[in-house]
């Protein structure tokens, strides 16, 4: 059996939205801007990350983002991404854009129920936020991996919005990347 863990890079007060700029948010490019010279480190972190990943599960609009930003670029971790199989979810998407994709259609809770249940070791959400507030309230994710940068936005889409009820989760680990990004990860608790 699988375990869905959606792996995100966060603002501190927890905006997820357009974090290269290209989105044409007011707010956008605060992965840079606030990484700096912790991004080298975040690169390693993250590609141990993907190493480790059996699968992506993906929204529409990150399998564009995502492809339009990997399938070119040379190297292990692209490689090791390119490669991975990926699931998007989608009502609308016929052919996904990133390599070595399925797309996912019907009931959401559904397919993933089915992803999770058929898939073994972790299958990794990136960067969809909607996807992972619907999988947070159907109660589908089992680990938050969250990269939090040095800055409070004050507005943007967040990682969490409103929930039928209250979700606990428990700290698994924490630790610095570079010198001002926290990577915390916690498991959500199901016998709370």
Do not use: C
């Not at 956008?28 to 190493?51: I, N, P, T, Y």
């Not at 529409?60 to 991975?84: C, I, K, T, V």
């Amino acid at each position: 059996m699988g375990k869905i863990v959606i792996s995100t890079n966060v603002s501190l007060d927890g905006v997820v939205q357009d974090p290269d700029g290209g989105e044409g948010f007011r707010l956008g490019g605060w992965f840079r801007q606030f990484g700096g010279k912790d991004l080298e480190e975040w690169a390693k972190v993250s590609f141990d990350e993907a190493l480790g990943t059996e699968a992506l599960l993906l929204g529409r609009r990150s399998d564009e983002w995502f492809a339009e930003r990997w399938l070119s670029r040379p190297g292990e971790w692209a490689d090791r991404l390119n490669r991975l199989p990926k699931y998007v979810v989608s009502s609308t998407l016929e052919k996904p854009r990133w390599s070595n994709s399925t797309v996912l259609k019907g009931d959401v809770v559904t397919e993933v129920a089915k992803l999770k249940r058929e898939l073994p070791g972790d299958i990794v959400v990136y960067a969809s936020y909607q996807l992972g507030r619907a999988l947070i309230e159907h109660d589908l994710v089992d680990e938050l991996r969250l990269v939090v940068f040095p800055v409070v936005l004050g507005a943007g889409e967040r990682l969490f919005g409103e929930t039928s009820d209250e979700r606990p989760v428990r700290l698994v680990d924490v630790r610095t990347i570079g010198d001002g990004l926290a990577f915390v990860t916690y498991e959500l608790v199901r016998d709370a």
